[in-house]
């Protein structure tokens, strides 16, 4: 009898990331193809890591999102000859109003996630395409969209509004917060391990080149920091994060920045890219700290940041019972955990200094914190893995 598997798809403007996974929930192979509009290149992996498959395109070859998705689905084929696709399941950036969980694709969601491309321009049409030439491809094929909105639509009144005219509230003017994946993992996996906590007041820091933190009440989102977009909140590899929008009113009138250019200022030329003149990578910043100015400026800036989003959270929750890091720079960077608690002392949170370091505690904090501080990695591919064969029955 022929074995079933799963294939996760984060389609990206240059970039598709993929990982397939068993009916067991357990990963079998990874990867990503990079610069699809440049020169893509492959790399895939085994679930230990050791690197199964490369293949890189030349600038002169034809290249676009078909011609990735073609190869790689037939490389997923030609590798893994005795199991068979049971379905396929995507990240979705934005599921505005209309998704407040995941769904199986068809041909209404398929128009609906098209009118929510306002919303995410820079994302949204790239998850279609991929969507659409899986089903050219596969059309029995069972496909899911996972939104990165649908944890959050438990905010209510004040965490989903802005002091703007109440119409534009109406028409979806609003904020919808992202990430939210990453925080239903963070939520499934306490159940599991720090039961504890479950139903606690948490506020959970995803920080990686993408950052956002959450406030969630007995597995609930209460508020988060991202907004109507993925721009709002604590700054990012090269996101500004929450900014006085006079700034954009000075670019416009005094720099000459039409749409395109202030797109681009927010998007790629801000963040802890812009401000350290170095780097946009988290890693790269905290390694050259000691002998690059810019790379402190901008590694402090970011800690401040997550400290003073934490404390914010607060008033939310009343309190909190738990502060969770989590994503790249949450998970990895003890010196980033240590930084932000640091700065948070004053609400009574301590981390021990040994545990901190580790990579086998997921409390790390001191038995005196008044607050509990974890660390916790995530698995955002996991639980689309978990909603795809929820509604595919596999």
Same mark, same amino acid.
């Given at each position: 009898?022929?074995?079933e598997?799963?294939?996760?798809i984060?389609?990206?403007?240059?970039?598709?990331k993929?990982?397939?996974?068993?009916?067991?929930?357990?990963?079998?192979?990874y990867?990503?193809?990079e610069?699809?509009?440049?020169?893509p290149?492959f790399?895939?992996?085994d679930a230990?890591?050791?690197?199964i498959?490369?293949y890189?395109?030349?600038?002169?070859?034809?290249?676009?999102h078909s011609?990735?998705?073609?190869?790689?689905?037939?490389?997923?084929?030609?590798?893994f000859?005795?199991y068979?696709?049971?379905?396929?399941?995507h990240?979705?950036?934005?599921?505005?109003t209309?998704?407040?969980?995941?769904v199986?694709?068809?041909?209404?969601?398929?128009?609906?996630?098209?009118?929510?491309?306002?919303?995410?321009p820079?994302?949204?049409?790239h998850?279609?395409?991929?969507?659409?030439?899986?089903?050219?491809?596969?059309?029995?094929?069972p496909?899911?969209?996972v939104?990165?909105?649908?944890?959050h639509?438990s905010m209510?009144?004040?965490?989903?509004?802005?002091?703007?005219?109440?119409?534009?509230?109406?028409e979806?003017?609003?904020?919808?917060?992202?990430?939210?994946t990453?925080?239903?993992?963070?939520?499934?996996?306490?159940?599991?391990?720090q039961?504890?906590?479950?139903?606690k007041?948490?506020?959970?820091?995803?920080?990686g080149s993408?950052a956002?933190?959450?406030?969630i009440?007995?597995g609930?989102?209460?508020?988060?920091?991202?907004?109507m977009?993925?721009l709002d909140?604590?700054?990012?590899?090269?996101? $500004?994060g @929450?900014?006085?929008?006079?700034?954009?009113?000075?670019?416009? *009138?005094?720099?000459?920045?039409?749409? %395109?250019? /202030?797109?681009e200022?927010l998007?790629?030329?801000s963040?802890?890219?812009?401000?350290?003149?170095?780097?946009?990578?988290f890693?790269?910043?905290?390694?050259?700290m000691?002998?690059?100015?810019?790379?402190?400026?901008?590694?402090?800036?970011?800690?401040y940041?997550?400290a003073?989003?934490?404390?914010?959270?607060?008033?939310?929750?009343?309190?909190a019972?738990?502060?969770?890091?989590?994503?790249?720079?949450?998970?990895?960077?003890?010196?980033?955990?240590a930084?932000?608690c640091?700065?948070?002392?004053?609400?009574?949170?301590?981390?021990?200094?040994?545990?901190?370091?580790?990579r086998?505690?997921?409390?790390?904090?001191? $038995?005196? @914190?008044?607050?509990?501080?974890?660390?916790i990695?995530?698995? *955002?591919?996991?639980?689309?893995?978990? %909603?795809? /064969?929820?509604?595919?029955?596999?």
């Amino acid at each position: 009898m022929m074995k079933e598997i799963i294939l996760v798809i984060n389609a990206g403007s240059s970039s598709l990331k993929f990982k397939i996974f068993d009916l067991n929930h357990e990963a079998i192979a990874y990867g990503q193809v990079e610069g699809i509009d440049l020169a893509p290149s492959f790399k895939a992996k085994d679930a230990d890591g050791n690197v199964i498959a490369e293949y890189a395109w030349g600038r002169e070859d034809a290249h676009n999102h078909s011609m990735v998705l073609g190869y790689l689905v037939d490389w997923i084929t030609g590798t893994f000859e005795g199991y068979r696709l049971r379905a396929c399941g995507h990240r979705i950036v934005h599921g505005g109003t209309l998704f407040n969980a995941s769904v199986l694709v068809t041909d209404e969601v398929v128009e609906q996630i098209e009118s929510l491309i306002p919303l995410a321009p820079l994302h949204q049409p790239h998850h279609l395409r991929v969507i659409k030439l899986m089903k050219q491809r596969y059309p029995e094929l069972p496909q899911v969209a996972v939104f990165d909105t649908a944890f959050h639509q438990s905010m209510q009144g004040n965490a989903t509004m802005y002091a703007i005219p109440y119409e534009l509230y109406q028409e979806g003017v609003r904020r919808y917060g992202m990430h939210g994946t990453s925080y239903a993992y963070i939520v499934h996996k306490l159940q599991e391990s720090q039961s504890a906590f479950a139903d606690k007041r948490l506020i959970v820091a995803h920080i990686g080149s993408g950052a956002s933190l959450c406030a969630i009440n007995n597995g609930k989102s209460v508020m988060t920091t991202m907004g109507m977009t993925a721009l709002d909140g604590v700054c990012m590899g090269t996101r $500004p994060g @929450s900014i006085d929008p006079g700034i954009l009113l000075y670019l416009m *009138e005094n720099k000459g920045y039409g749409v %395109d250019k /202030i797109r681009e200022f927010l998007y790629y030329k801000s963040g802890v890219g812009g401000l350290s003149e170095l780097s946009s990578n988290f890693y790269t910043l905290e390694c050259e700290m000691a002998q690059n100015e810019g790379a402190k400026r901008a590694y402090d800036f970011m800690t401040y940041r997550t400290a003073e989003e934490i404390a914010r959270l607060m008033v939310s929750l009343g309190g909190a019972d738990a502060i969770i890091f989590t994503a790249g720079v949450g998970e990895n960077s003890a010196y980033f955990r240590a930084e932000v608690c640091r700065q948070l002392e004053y609400l009574g949170v301590k981390i021990d200094a040994q545990k901190n370091q580790s990579r086998n505690d997921e409390v790390i904090s001191a $038995p005196e @914190s008044k607050i509990a501080v974890l660390t916790i990695p995530t698995n *955002e591919e996991l639980m689309i893995v978990l %909603d795809t /064969i929820a509604l595919t029955h596999a």
